[in-house]
């Protein structure tokens, strides 16, 4: 089974689009996808499915400990499921990091080829963490100034937070948050020199740094492209993730900008079946070939 | 720097033409060489101009080696080209193709060295203007590049030729 985690930073780049087109798609291909909605403060998948009232959702699994077998439902697709999020919950986005990690334990128990995790916008830890540990991450942008420096800061997020897992998994944090705060002593003034001086007490830590850094991967969509010139955007993104950030990433290509797409919703039936926005609809299919094409072979 | 580091630096596939990473380099360029482009985020210490920089000078020093690599590993010459006598001068395209095959240099090896198109290149021995780029300025460019990797006079040769493009193209647009 394979986990894909949708993320991206900011809010409104088409987090729940990408993750739907991708449920639908890989449903289409025979896979037994299962669309999860994670993102807690705004939970939105059960509308793009065409689900009006959901009977179940993860607020029976947080506040009745329902097994996340029977919160599953089926949609109007064959082969795609979802597990809509807590809509009808009243504290929907503070739910603690053991619930959270809780959830992603009983994910991977799920029964399905594939598991969908539409992420929240922001930097939290756990969206942070299970960015990092989907077998699939991928990162959705827009073509403007706003959704790209929020992504950068995500990614920014995720590089400090695996090294503060691989910290603490060595027993380090206290330490190195101490050097931390007394950098200037030490003579450390970015980041890079701080891992520097890291690597040079601890070998286990370097070895181990620089094994989760190889780990970490990503594939790139760039959405709500409006004019063929905002193309080369998402490509520049791709590069600059790798050159900058030091994240193997590869580009699953663009999505155009639908602006009918408002139209399907709160209608009986999936707002991308078929017969509405092909455009799209082939955009979301290149997407998921272009994803399921791509290899890593530095991360393996 | 070996090939494997430098295709990754282009970001480009193990089995990319040579066309395929020019293509690359001068998109990473026009990425990379402005300071305000929109995918960046100056507020971040991560993009900061000496990186930006750091990251050009790896662009450049990749692809110089991927052409050096390239070059190496097309077939040599095993004499280079006599020089034409006086007498053989000017040469039109016949001339230049019949020059160019007793050399035993293939077209392929003139298009890869000199980024001209293999079709541009086959167009301008065979005179076929009309498959040519339409301002001169680019044709006289594709002929120097050829001309100059045959070792051949530029001048001489490509003054004749670019009258017959020119004639040609008077003819055709009266």
Redesign the interface.
């Known amino acids: 089974m394979h986990i894909w985690a949708v993320a991206g930073g900011k809010g409104g780049t088409g987090k729940s689009l990408v993750s739907n087109g991708l449920g639908m798609r890989l449903a289409e291909q025979g896979h037994d996808v299962i669309l999860v909605d994670t993102d807690y403060g705004g939970p939105n998948q059960h509308t793009y499915c065409g689900i009006r009232k959901p009977q179940t959702s993860l607020a029976q699994f947080f506040d009745e400990k329902l097994p996340l077998a029977e919160i599953v439902q089926h949609t109007k697709i064959e082969r795609l499921r979802l597990i809509p999020g807590n809509i009808n919950s009243h504290d929907t986005d503070n739910l603690n990091t053991m619930q959270k990690r809780k959830l992603f334990r009983h994910l991977k128990s799920l029964r399905a080829d594939d598991v969908i995790l539409d992420l929240g916008a922001g930097t939290g830890y756990d969206t942070l963490d299970t960015f990092l540990q989907a077998d699939i991450p991928v990162g959705v942008i827009a ?3 706003l959704a ?2 929020n992504f ?2 995500f990614l ?1 997020n995720l590089k400090y937070r695996q090294l503060g897992n691989t910290l603490s998994g060595l027993g380090l944090r206290d330490r190195a948050k101490d050097i931390w705060k007394n950098r200037r002593e030490y003579g450390i003034a ?2 890079k020199e701080f891992v520097a001086h890291l690597r040079t007490l601890s070998p286990e830590f370097s070895e181990r740094f620089d094994a989760e850094q190889k780990k970490l991967h990503m594939h790139v969509v760039l959405n709500q492209v409006r004019e063929p010139r905002q193309a ?2 998402g ?6 993730v ?4 030091n994240i193997d990433a590869a580009y699953a290509g663009h999505v155009h900008y639908d602006k009918d797409l408002w139209q399907q919703f709160g209608q009986d039936g999936p707002a991308l079946h078929r017969g509405s926005s092909f455009t799209l609809r082939q955009d979301l299919e290149r997407i998921t070939e272009g994803i399921l094409k791509a290899s890593f072979p530095e991360a393996t | 720097m070996e090939e494997k580091a430098c295709r990754r630096i282009l970001e480009v596939a193990a089995d990319a033409s040579m066309e395929d990473i020019t293509q690359a380099y001068q998109m990473l360029k026009r990425i990379y060489e402005k300071e305000e482009s929109l995918f960046t985020a100056p507020s971040m210490d991560e993009f900061s101009s000496e990186a930006r920089e750091e990251i050009l000078a790896g662009i450049e020093a990749a692809f110089r080696e991927l052409v050096r690599l390239h070059a190496d590993a097309q077939p040599r010459l095993q004499s280079p080209p006599a020089a034409p006598s006086k007498g053989d001068l000017p040469m039109d395209g016949k001339a230049l193709r019949r020059f160019r095959e007793a050399a035993g240099v293939p077209l392929d090896l003139v298009a890869s060295r000199t980024h001209v198109r293999a079709e541009h290149l086959r167009a301008l021995e065979e005179e076929r203007y009309w498959d040519l780029p339409p301002a001169a300025v680019n044709v006289r460019g594709f002929l120097a590049a050829y001309l100059a990797e045959l070792g051949l006079p530029i001048d001489e040769i490509a003054a004749p030729y670019m009258e017959r493009f020119q004639a040609w193209r008077a003819r055709r647009q009266r």
């Open positions: 073509p403007d100034t790209i420096e950068y800061l920014k970015t980041t080369e955007i490509l520049a993104v791709k590069s600059a790798g050159k900058f950030f």
